[in-house]
């Protein structure tokens, strides 16, 4: 069966880092585009990075960049964000998304495959 699976999140101090992780089972993952979006409360669901399919390219949303940095490792079907110094305003769920093209998209309307999210909380 297809999934997505996040991992990692939690509740630190402003400053703090996390590191998340998105496992993919059931699917093909490897040349495909994979993004990190989040929802916070009362908001919509926004773009904070992507990776290209077979390439080193990644994107990132203004407030992130800098800060976060996405990766992934194909040999484990694996995605990670790392989030540094981070701030009140990232407190949001954060989710995986597979596209169904090796070029990423900063739409969440372009993503397929979605994990359930994870939970951010960042406390001032």
């Known amino acids: 069966q297809a999934q997505l699976e996040e991992s990692g999140g939690g509740s630190v101090q402003a400053g703090d880092s996390l590191r998340l992780s998105c496992a993919a089972s059931?699917?093909?993952?490897?040349?495909?585009?994979m993004g990190w979006f989040r929802q916070a409360p009362g908001k919509e669901r926004e773009f904070v990075a992507a990776?290209?399919?077979?390439?080193?390219?990644?994107y990132y949303a203004n407030s992130v960049k800098g800060r976060f940095t996405i990766s992934r490792d194909d040999a484990k079907n694996t995605m990670y964000l790392e989030m540094n110094s981070l701030k009140p305003e990232d407190t949001a769920i954060y989710y995986c998304?597979?596209?169904?093209?090796?070029?990423?998209?900063?739409?969440?309307?372009?993503?397929?495959?979605w994990g359930h999210g994870t939970r951010v909380t960042v406390s001032s």
């Open positions: 059931g699917i093909a993952f490897t040349i495909y585009a």
């Open positions: 998304a597979r596209r169904l093209s090796y070029r990423a998209s900063t739409s969440e309307y372009d993503y397929n495959y």
């Open positions: 990776t290209d399919g077979n390439t080193p390219n990644t």
